[in-house]
């Protein structure tokens, strides 16, 4: 069956840097996804790899290793506005994502 | 703001009762997903349109019903349902069903609470 792991929950401290990790099992892969969704909010997309390496988008950067089946989102300067779900999805050779149950980070003063 | 539009925010109903969750999208966009998201679970797909086709159906029970009249509006039609089905609902749009760096754009979700 298909599969991704990510954490149940993270504490961080304000300023500090934070890396969520997410590993995937699924058939196929098309790209990696992750999207950050407050409380009573929707999903919202931050970034996407389907080549092997890092992004970087400000304060967050992503990482794939496709031979590893892993990806890490990195958080930098943390804010307390950062305290958040994290989701990782996959899109598999069908091209239908797969959702990981998330990652609650907490960010505390 | 996404774009992304749903209404009711929160529904509570009871187990007879019939109701529908509206979402609309001011994007453009050619598809429209239908997600389930429980506590502590993986969003869960259950209905994806593309050009107002049906174009996947995950084994969703019956009790849940879409609809899809143009490529702006998607509604799920609720009726019988069980407490089980008490979760998040959340519509999502792309510009196409598939490929390349197309994400997805949720709407705020209706909480739906089944008595």
């Known amino acids: 069956g298909q599969n991704i792991d990510q954490p149940t929950e993270m504490t961080a401290t304000e300023g500090a840097i934070v890396q969520i990790n997410c590993t995937y099992q699924?058939?196929?892969?098309?790209?990696l996804f992750w999207y950050q969704q407050h409380a009573g909010e929707a999903p919202t997309f931050l970034s996407y790899n389907v080549l092997d390496g890092l992004e970087e988008k400000g304060r967050f950067s992503s990482f794939l290793s496709r031979s590893k089946g892993y990806s890490y989102l990195l958080l930098k300067e943390l804010q307390m506005k950062d305290s958040a779900s994290y989701l990782c999805?996959?899109?598999?050779?069908?091209?239908?994502?797969?959702w990981g149950a998330g990652t609650k980070l907490i960010i505390k003063p | 703001e996404t774009g992304v539009t749903q209404t009711p925010r929160h529904l509570v109903m009871g187990m007879t009762n019939k109701k529908s969750l509206k979402c609309e999208q001011h994007?453009?966009?050619?598809?429209m997903y239908w997600y389930k998201q429980s506590a502590k679970k993986p969003l869960e797909l259950m209905f994806v349109?593309?050009?107002?086709?049906?174009?996947e159906n995950n084994s969703v029970p019956s009790r849940f019903s879409p609809e899809c009249p143009n490529s702006s509006h998607l509604f799920l039609h609720l009726h019988t349902l069980q407490p089980e089905d008490s979760a998040l609902y959340l519509c999502?749009?792309?510009?196409?069903?598939?490929?390349?760096?197309?994400?997805?754009?949720f709407g705020p979700g209706t909480r739906l609470t089944v008595l």
């Open positions: 999502a749009s792309s510009q196409e069903l598939a490929g390349g760096t197309d994400t997805q754009y």
């Open positions: 349109y593309s050009l107002e086709e049906r174009v």
């Open positions: 994007l453009g966009h050619n598809a």
């Open positions: 699924t058939s196929g892969f098309n790209g």
């Open positions: 999805a996959v899109r598999d050779s069908n091209y239908q994502l797969i």
